[in-house]
């Protein structure tokens, strides 16, 4: 077992560079790859069963004593990304599937790697949490509403369909982790170390899966996808720290915020337009499954040496 918690570490550690890798290797590389497109559902679900198995009460409990903060962050994740994907999808000039495939990855909730880069960053880990488990347990009812009114001008979309499918792969395996979690504590806290080694190596093989299918996409639209993705990642950011800032937020939520809005759960993203749109709509999911894991930590980075100096004043103000 300590075997597998150092693997662990490391995987989550270097988690970019092998995200990166494997997208390297399945782009040139494609055949052994190719089947795995029908196991991307699966696999997010591990992902999120394994997210269920490292919730508590306690992480919900910040959503009924201090909501506004974590209204504030979901509301703004759920306004802003869709329609900042919508412009850059007008702005670049995207194709069709390309298009609606932004929009997705501005659709989706947050992506639990959001809770890492928050911690690294000294941003308030208990919102960050908390926004994650909210924008996920809404993602039924907004992920499709959204897509259904910005994304039906490009693609047939099917509200119902994609409602059931968010249930399936991600609310259902989230439910079965808590659920495990009550009945056996001991064992779950004993091997939560692990689960980190299970959702990188199938978040890597969902990434394989995907680039394989879209080598010709990506030679062709390689650059102009990306920009896509960066954009919409580094506005998001910036933006999710702006309302933050107008709403008189401390300096530790208002990083929480920011992080949180700018980063989706790709995977999810990628397991939906494979289902419900074909493989290309996945590729700006994917990209944003590497780019995220660039840009997070080179931001928490950067925060993590600058002292949050307010902290003290609010907390003082708080309990006066």
Excluded at 71 to 84: D, E, F, K, S, W
Excluded at 300 to 315: C, D, N, P, R
Aim: aromatic share 8%.
């Amino acid at each position: 077992m300590k075997l597998l918690e150092n693997i662990s570490i490391i995987a989550g550690k270097y988690f970019a560079v092998w995200v990166i890798g494997v997208a390297a290797v399945a782009f040139f590389i494609p055949d052994p790859f190719i089947g795995l497109g029908s196991y991307i559902a699966i696999l997010l679900g591990v992902v999120m069963f394994g997210m269920g198995l490292t919730l508590t009460p306690v992480d919900f409990k910040l959503i009924a004593k201090k909501p506004v903060p974590v209204i504030i962050g979901v509301t703004t994740q759920y306004v802003i990304m869709p329609l900042v994907a919508l412009s850059i999808a007008y702005l670049l000039g995207l194709p069709t599937e390309l298009a609606a495939g932004l929009v997705l990855l501005g659709s989706v909730p947050g992506g639990t790697a959001s809770n890492v880069m928050v911690y690294l960053a000294k941003g308030n880990l208990a919102l960050s949490v908390a926004m994650t488990s909210l924008s996920t347990m809404l993602a039924p009812i907004l992920t499709p509403l959204i897509l259904l009114g910005l994304a039906g001008q490009w693609l047939p979309i099917d509200p119902v369909a994609m409602f059931i499918s968010i249930i399936q792969i991600i609310i259902i395996p989230i439910m079965l982790g808590v659920f495990i979690r009550k009945i056996f504590p001991t064992t779950v806290e004993r091997s939560t170390s692990v689960v980190p080694l299970i959702s990188v190596v199938a978040i890597m093989v969902i990434v394989a899966a995907v680039v394989s299918a879209n080598v010709e996409s990506i030679t062709t639209s390689g650059v102009l996808i990306f920009s896509a993705v960066m954009l919409h990642n580094l506005i998001g950011l910036g933006l999710g720290y702006f309302v933050a800032l107008l709403m008189n937020l401390e300096e530790s939520k208002r990083r929480a915020i920011s992080i949180e809005v700018g980063m989706q759960n790709s995977g999810l993203g990628v397991a939906l337009a494979a289902a419900h749109f074909g493989p290309l709509a996945a590729l700006p999911n994917v990209i944003a499954a590497v780019w995220h894991n660039i840009s997070g930590p080179i931001l928490a980075t950067f925060w993590s040496k600058k002292k949050i100096y307010q902290e003290q004043y609010y907390q003082l103000k708080e309990t006066s």
